[in-house]
C-alpha cells in the first residue's frame, strides 16, 4: 500500500494552501484531528516548512477541488513506483542519537507543564528512565546547569496524540481520586469539600477544626 510522504510537512502545506478540513487532511495525513488542529493554531512544528503533495505526485489539483467542495469526501492518494519504506518491528520506543540529549529538556517540560502526569507516563512518552526523571526533577542530574525546558512534541521525542492521551488520562485518574494536578506537583493530601447538614438550623461544622485547632485556649 502506498504511504504518505513526511505526513506532518504535507498537513502544513494542506492547511495553508487548500480549503479541506482538518478531519479530511488528518485522514490523508494519517494524524489524529487534533494534532492538525495543533499544527493549524502553531502549538506544535512550528516553522516547519510544508510539502506540495501535487509536486511528489501524490495529489492532483482535481482531487483537492473534489474534496473541497465536498466536506465529507476523503483524499484518494495517488499510487507511486516509489519503493516503500520498510517497516521497523514493534519494540522498545527508538531515539535517534542526536535526540538522546533533548530528553532532560522534555522531561522538565513535562515536570513543569503537566505535572499530573506520573513518572511511568513520562518514561513511556520520552523513552527514558524513572532515575532520569528523577534527577532531574531533584536538580541533580549532571547537566542541570544546560538543562532548558522545551516541548517534547516540537522536539521529536514524542507525538502530540501521545502526549495528549497521556494527560487525558492522568488527569481522568486525578479526576476519579478527587485530586488537582497541584496536589499531583506537590504530594499534598486532598480533603474533599465538607457535607453541608441538610437541616438549617443546625450550624455546620468545620470537619478539620479538630486539626487546625479553634484558636481559643482549651
Not at 533533548?102 to 522538565?108: E, F, L, R, S, T
Not at 474533599?192 to 482549651?218: C, M, R
Request: aromatic content about 6%; overall charge negative.
Amino acid at each position: 500500500m502506498t504511504q504518505l510522504m513526511m505526513p506532518r510537512a504535507t498537513a502544513v502545506w494542506l492547511i495553508d494552501n487548500t480549503a479541506l478540513t482538518f478531519i479530511q487532511i488528518a485522514e490523508f495525513c494519517s494524524l489524529h484531528e487534533l494534532e492538525v488542529q495543533a499544527i493549524a493554531d502553531g502549538e506544535v512544528n512550528g516553522g516547519m516548512a510544508g510539502m506540495d503533495p501535487l509536486q511528489n505526485s501524490q495529489l492532483t489539483p482535481e482531487e483537492i477541488k473534489r474534496c473541497e467542495a465536498d466536506p465529507t469526501a476523503s483524499l484518494e492518494l495517488l499510487k507511486t513506483d516509489m519503493p516503500e519504506p520498510i517497516k521497523r518491528a514493534k519494540g522498545a520506543r527508538y531515539t535517534p542519537i542526536s535526540k538522546r540529549q533533548d530528553k532532560p529538556d522534555g522531561i522538565a517540560w513535562l515536570l513543569k507543564n503537566h505535572p499530573e502526569l506520573t513518572d511511568a507516563q513520562v518514561g513511556r512518552l520520552l523513552g527514558t528512565t524513572k532515575s532520569t526523571i528523577t534527577a532531574v526533577r531533584e536538580r541533580t542530574h549532571w547537566n542541570t546547569s544546560n538543562i532548558r525546558a522545551r516541548d517534547p512534541v516540537d522536539i521529536g521525542l514524542c507525538t502530540y496524540v501521545d502526549l495528549y492521551a497521556a494527560v487525558e488520562k492522568a488527569r481522568a485518574k486525578l479526576k476519579k481520586d478527587g485530586k488537582t494536578p497541584e496536589d499531583a506537583a506537590s504530594g499534598a493530601p486532598h480533603y474533599p469539600a465538607p457535607e453541608v447538614p441538610e437541616s438549617a438550623d443546625t450550624p455546620a461544622q468545620d470537619p478539620y477544626a479538630q486539626f487546625l485547632g479553634t484558636g481559643k485556649d482549651d
